[in-house]
């Protein structure tokens, strides 16, 4: 396996993707569209702020882009609670986006305090 098929870029792709599945497959009730368009924004949009911080002309815009996409990757932890704990979703069923979510959270973590560390 190539370090590409193993790095970000694919993850956050295919965490996107897995999003996008999940709304696909909520109930049609207004109170799980309302939160899964939530979900459906935040949770696709890591990907692109990966994707612009690997353009990133500078370690300061590489650090915003990335911390972009954290704060994206903590709405999307909120908004995957929300629909566990208000029943629309079996919690169970979200575990696999719960531990996506928190990997690439400690993985965007870390590549920030790398490159603040490297000023």
């Avoid at 993985?107 to 560390?117: E, H, L, P, Q, W």
């Amino acid at each position: 396996m190539s370090d590409e098929s193993r790095g970000l870029r694919p993850r956050t792709k295919d965490f996107a993707l897995r999003i996008i599945r999940m709304y696909c497959a909520l109930p049609k009730s207004t109170e799980a569209q309302v939160l899964g368009k939530q979900i459906l924004r935040s949770g696709t949009s890591v990907g692109a702020h990966y994707r612009e911080a690997t353009r990133a002309r500078s370690d300061a815009e590489f650090i915003s882009k990335l911390e972009g996409g954290l704060q994206e990757l903590e709405e999307t932890g909120y908004w995957l609670e929300l629909l566990g704990e208000s029943g629309v979703i079996d919690p169970e069923k979200l575990s696999g986006l719960y531990k996506e979510n928190n990997e690439l959270t400690a993985m965007f973590t870390a590549s920030v305090k790398t490159v603040k560390n490297r000023k």
